[in-house]
């Protein structure tokens, strides 16, 4: 069973910047692959990034440009770093991994106009 810590949310202004980070038990390169997904009130959660082990990334149309996705060298952590940020980005932030499925406790990040 992996364990997922999520942490870096928080209130920023319209145009601002976040990093979250994913702090994982097992490394990226024996799960194969980490994402991000995000829940904003009244909605369904929502795809916003993928990583893989082999450095693969893929991002949701609404996102790209804006947000990276990355990971440190061990591939234990893993960040999604947010600028351009804009109110409709307001969402809990939640950590995952597809197999087995699993997800993070989640971070609050708040924009406001």
């Known amino acids: 069973q992996v364990q997922l810590v999520e942490s870096g949310g928080g209130l920023v202004q319209a145009g601002g910047s976040l990093r979250l980070s994913c702090v994982t038990s097992r490394s990226i390169f024996s799960i194969n692959a980490m994402g991000w997904y995000r829940q904003a009130p009244g909605k369904q959660r929502e795809f916003v990034a993928r990583?893989?082990?082999?450095?693969?990334?893929v991002y949701a149309d609404s996102v790209k440009g804006r947000f990276t996705i990355s990971r440190d060298s061990a591939g234990t952590t893993v960040y999604l770093q947010m600028t351009s940020l804009k109110p409709e980005d307001t969402a809990v932030y939640y950590c995952?991994?597809?197999?087995?499925?699993?997800w993070g406790q989640g971070t609050q990040v708040t924009v406001s106009s």
């Open positions: 995952h991994v597809p197999s087995p499925t699993t």
């Open positions: 990583i893989s082990s082999t450095d693969s990334t």
